[in-house]
């Protein structure tokens, strides 16, 4: 069964953690500041890659700590993405992690994941999160291409059109709504 609920989060507003710098922290912390660039992320671990630190040197709101994982590191923050090399280690913040509600990814353990990262593709304002329900990160990301493929550019255009349409719109609801559905039925 698929029963994941997609959102869109504002991670300049929220306090992000990550736990460790290797490729897979490499990996989810790109994919982060790829879409949110002013996402304020933590990212401890006692050996971090090259190509981590050189990513966060054009990110301010990144900040690196060389050194093992503590307790005190899940304080003031709303998510935790979990990349180190051992397993154990990440059963035992999760359990911790899920007593104080804060929404964890565990990179190699879907079944301890609370969300996971979907692939992400973009044409200006549009958005649109791709997820395979874990069963294939490599078949979301064909998808994503795809989909990049197909989209015309002109979508932004479009989404530029209808914000100026819609704050004209001075009806109830009801009208606008029925405005707008009118003005979109033969945009694809
Ligand atoms: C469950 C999830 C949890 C999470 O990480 O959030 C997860 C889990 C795992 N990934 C693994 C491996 C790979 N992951 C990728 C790539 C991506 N993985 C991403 C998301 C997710 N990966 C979540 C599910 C998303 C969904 O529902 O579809 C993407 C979409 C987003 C991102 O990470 O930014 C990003 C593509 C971005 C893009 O390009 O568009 C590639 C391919 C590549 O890099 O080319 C490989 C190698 C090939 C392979 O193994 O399939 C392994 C095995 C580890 C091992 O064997 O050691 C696990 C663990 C397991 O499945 O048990
Ligand atoms: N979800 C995904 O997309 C994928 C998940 N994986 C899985 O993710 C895991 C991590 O793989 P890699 O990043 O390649 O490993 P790696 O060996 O490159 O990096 C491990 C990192 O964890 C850090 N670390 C170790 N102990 C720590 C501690 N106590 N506190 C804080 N940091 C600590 C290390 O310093 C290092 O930065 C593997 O188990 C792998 O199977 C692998 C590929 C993709």
Redesign the pocket.
């Known amino acids: 069964m698929n029963t994941l609920y997609p959102i869109f989060l504002k991670l300049d507003q929220l306090e992000l953690l990550i736990v460790g710098g290797g490729a897979v922290g490499h990996?989810?912390l790109s994919?982060v500041l790829k879409n949110s660039p002013e996402a304020k992320v933590n990212l401890v671990a006692p050996e971090i890659r090259k190509e981590v630190e050189e990513l966060a040197t054009d990110y301010p709101t990144v900040k690196l700590h060389y050194r093992e994982f503590q307790w005190e590191d899940l304080n003031g923050k709303h998510l935790v993405i979990l990349a180190t090399d051992k397993r154990e280690l990440h059963e035992e913040i999760k359990k911790v992690t899920a007593e104080k509600h804060l929404l964890t990814?565990v990179?190699?353990?879907?079944d301890l994941?609370d969300f996971?990262?979907?692939?992400?593709v973009q044409k200006g304002d549009l958005k649109i999160g791709i997820?395979?329900?874990?069963?294939?990160?490599?078949l979301?990301?064909r998808i994503?291409e795809y989909l990049e493929e197909a989209l015309p550019d002109e979508v932004q255009e479009l989404m530029d059109n209808l914000q100026v349409f819609r704050s004209k719109l001075k009806d109830d609801f009801a009208h606008k709504v029925k405005a707008l559905n009118d003005l979109t039925k033969k945009v694809f």
């Open positions: 990996e989810k994919a990814n990179a190699d353990t879907p994941c996971y990262l979907s692939s992400v997820s395979t329900n874990g069963k294939s990160p490599t979301a990301k994503r």
